[in-house]
Structures are given as structure tokens and as C-alpha cells.
């Protein structure tokens, strides 16, 4: 079955830690996404890549960072600059950046910080 | 600053009723807008979309309705159904996927 992967499920981070966040994708969509969700907030961008070896910074990308070495992995690493990194990250991807296009999301990671 | 407003965090429906989600932007440039559906543990996943150009948009037991002059969209489920049970986000575009808005989302329970 075609879909989005992400894992770990749940993840925790120590003081001063980088940590990554895996996205993995095998319905191959050009583009894919991080989103941030907060207790009553909406999905919040945090980066996106349109092809291989280009991403884009979203709305929240300030301790963060991504690769795109390859169509169907876009991870993400919450680094130690990221000061308030608790919160439900999810990956997406779309078969372009169109305006009609719909996203396609994994089940979420869940990082807590230690 | 939230762009897309989903001002119910929660609603409770009687099996067979209708469910009426409601959802409000701010950006008159907004032309695009989708409704997602999530389960718990598992992704968002898409449920209907209308553009800017309709007013109206209908699949099967789910309705879109869009009213530009009050910037407001409503999701429309005919009958509600206990798997229905979700939290719903409504979406905004202006231009692109990687230029969306989501809701904070709602939380439909259908008591059966």
C-alpha cells in the first residue's frame, strides 16, 4: 500500500539534544512537508521541498532543519536552538506545490522534551 | 496571527442528524479550501475541497458551502454517522499546497 510513513511514533529530547524526525513516502509525490501542531493551534509550516535537493522554509522554521536527498525521505531535525520543540509533528506530501493540490499525511511523531 | 478560525473546539451530533461545521478566514486572498478529517493516531487525510469560483460544492453525504462576502465555510454532513467521529480541519490556500492555512479543527462526536 502506497502511503506515508513516520516514526518514531513518540520521541523524547534532552536539553542541549538534536533529535530527527523520520518521513519516509512511497507514493512519489514531488513534494513533502513538516507540520507542527500545538494544543489549540492549527498546523503550522515549518518546511517543504518541491524536488530533490531544494527546501523551502515555512512560517516556523527557526530550529529546524531538512534534507531532500532523495524523492521519498524528507527528514527533519529539531535542533537545540529550537527552545520549545514539545508538540505533534506531522509529514506530508502532494504530487506538486499546485493550488489544488491535497496533502497526504503520516500518523504523526509525538516529541516531548525531558 | 490565525488566518483560518474554527471557533467550536467540539460538537455533538445524534446519529442520523446533521452535522454543521463552521469555519472563518480573514484573507481575502484565499482561493482555495479544503476540508480535512483525522482519527486519533492517525494523519489528517482529505475529505472535500471547493474553490473560490463556487459557492457550493457536494460529495455524497458531505457538503461544502462557501460565502465569500462573510468569509465564512461551513462543512455539511447528511446523515451524521458514529464513524464520522473526528476532529475536522478546514484549510485555506492562497496559491499553492505549500501555502496553506489550517484551523485549530473541531471535534464532531456522533452518539449513536
Known amino acids: 500500500d502506497g502511503g506515508i510513513t513516520q516514526s518514531p511514533k513518540y520521541l523524547f529530547r534532552k536539553e542541549g539534544q538534536n533529535v530527527t524526525l523520520s518521513c519516509e513516502q512511497n507514493l512519489n509525490h514531488d513534494a513533502m512537508y513538516w507540520y507542527r501542531q500545538d494544543p489549540g493551534q492549527g498546523l503550522r509550516l515549518i518546511y517543504y521541498s518541491q524536488i530533490v535537493n531544494d527546501f523551502q522554509k515555512g512560517d516556523i522554521a527557526e530550529g529546524y532543519s531538512v534534507s531532500r536527498e532523495k524523492k521519498e525521505s524528507f527528514p527533519l531535525t529539531v535542533t537545540s536552538a529550537q527552545k520549545n520543540p514539545t508538540a505533534f509533528y506531522l509529514c506530508?506530501?502532494?504530487?506538486?506545490?499546485?493550488?489544488?493540490?491535497?496533502?497526504?499525511f503520516g500518523s504523526g511523531t509525538q516529541l516531548s522534551v525531558l | 496571527d490565525q488566518q483560518v478560525k474554527q471557533n467550536s473546539p467540539s460538537l455533538s451530533v445524534q446519529e442520523g442528524r446533521i452535522s454543521i461545521l463552521n469555519c472563518d478566514y480573514t484573507n481575502s486572498m484565499f482561493d482555495y479550501f479544503l476540508w480535512y478529517k483525522k482519527y486519533p493516531a492517525e494523519g489528517p487525510t482529505f475529505l472535500i475541497s471547493?474553490?473560490?469560483?463556487?459557492d457550493k460544492n457536494e460529495d455524497g453525504r458531505f457538503t461544502v458551502f462557501l460565502n465569500k462576502s462573510a468569509k465564512h465555510l461551513s462543512l455539511h454532513i447528511v446523515p451524521s454517522q458514529p464513524g464520522d467521529s473526528a476532529v475536522y480541519f478546514c484549510?485555506?490556500?492562497?496559491?499553492?499546497?505549500?501555502?496553506?492555512?489550517f484551523g485549530t479543527g473541531t471535534r464532531l462526536t456522533v452518539i449513536p
Open positions: 484549510a485555506a490556500s492562497a496559491g499553492g499546497a505549500n501555502n496553506l492555512f
Open positions: 506530508a506530501s502532494s504530487i506538486g506545490t499546485g493550488p489544488r493540490e491535497k496533502l497526504f
Open positions: 471547493i474553490s473560490s469560483i463556487k
